[in-house]
């Protein structure tokens, strides 16, 4: 693809990185698309997290770096979408691990005027266990639900494009949201009317790898999610999980983990923000 086409901006918020940004700092610096810029939002991280970045800038000036105080990953997204330059806004995680063609994928439907938007897919982590093998098969099977004639109807940020003209147009990632700002965003093409092309193109992600990090996020999901997914299959899913138990089903321990902790964060988002 020529370097001379539309400017891509790749917005990253991180905050204590350290463990995975450096790996997905240098997928990012090598892509095959030239005309691009690596837009690094540091959310307070209290690690390297500033040191690694700037480590990079020094070999790759299309790395820029800001800070963001106030606390939460979608007001460091936000941060990152304004300041960007380009035409078309990349979204992805401080843990994802794209492919150096990754860019010159995600920007083609947009640059082909086939959409205004396109969600990628995750690739299955390499000796996975079973968390992150449960974590990966229950996601990848909520976006293949959603998907239809091309189009899709979730959005994952750790693998996401859109025009910046659109995201500005419905006001960019919502700075209120702590996590799920994905979800919120969502919502707002769909009432907007925007479709999603979809691009199975796989970004690697660092999944949860045992229990507590999966409850952790499952509960954080549920909690931000609150009032913008419904999910009141509560018998349907004490029903299954007692016939799992009964059977010894392999996805027993990784359904009830995740089905209460969702439903937990609910619980206490109506608690705390809707009563």
């Known amino acids: 693809m020529k370097s001379d086409g539309a400017k891509i901006?790749?917005?990253?918020?991180?905050?204590?990185?350290?463990?995975?940004?450096?790996?997905?700092?240098?997928?990012?610096?090598?892509?095959?698309?030239?005309?691009?810029?690596?837009?690094?939002?540091?959310?307070?991280?209290?690690?390297?997290?500033?040191?690694?970045?700037?480590?990079?800038q020094q070999k790759y000036p299309n790395i820029k770096y800001f800070f963001e105080k106030k606390p939460g990953i979608g007001q460091a997204r936000n941060t990152g979408e304004k300041q960007a330059q380009g035409e078309i806004i990349l979204m992805t995680d401080a843990d994802c691990f794209a492919p150096m063609y990754w860019a010159e994928k995600m920007a083609k439907p947009i640059l082909n005027k086939k959409a205004i938007a396109a969600q990628g897919a995750f690739k299955k982590p390499q000796n996975a266990n079973y968390w992150q093998e449960h974590f990966y098969a229950e996601r990848n099977r909520i976006m293949e639900q959603n998907t239809k004639n091309q189009k899709i109807d979730v959005l994952y940020s750790g693998n996401f494009a859109i025009k910046k003209s659109v995201l500005e147009e419905i006001e960019y990632s919502s700075q209120k949201m702590k996590t799920c700002n994905d979800v919120e965003l969502m919502s707002r093409l769909k009432k907007n009317n925007y479709d999603v092309f979809f691009e199975p193109i796989e970004v690697l992600h660092a999944e949860p790898d045992n229990f507590l990090k999966v409850f952790k996020k499952t509960f954080i999901g549920g909690f931000w999610s609150h009032g913008l997914i419904e999910k009141n299959d509560n018998a349907e899913f004490f029903k299954n999980i007692w016939r799992e138990y009964r059977t010894k089903h392999i996805d027993f321990k990784y359904n009830l983990t995740t089905g209460l902790a969702w439903r937990l964060g609910r619980i206490l988002a109506k608690l705390a923000f809707f009563s």
């Open 9 to 56: 901006s790749i917005v990253v918020p991180v905050k204590n990185g350290r463990k995975t940004l450096g790996e997905c700092l240098q997928a990012l610096a090598l892509q095959t698309y030239k005309n691009y810029e690596i837009i690094l939002v540091d959310n307070n991280s209290s690690d390297s997290t500033k040191s690694i970045i700037l480590r990079f």
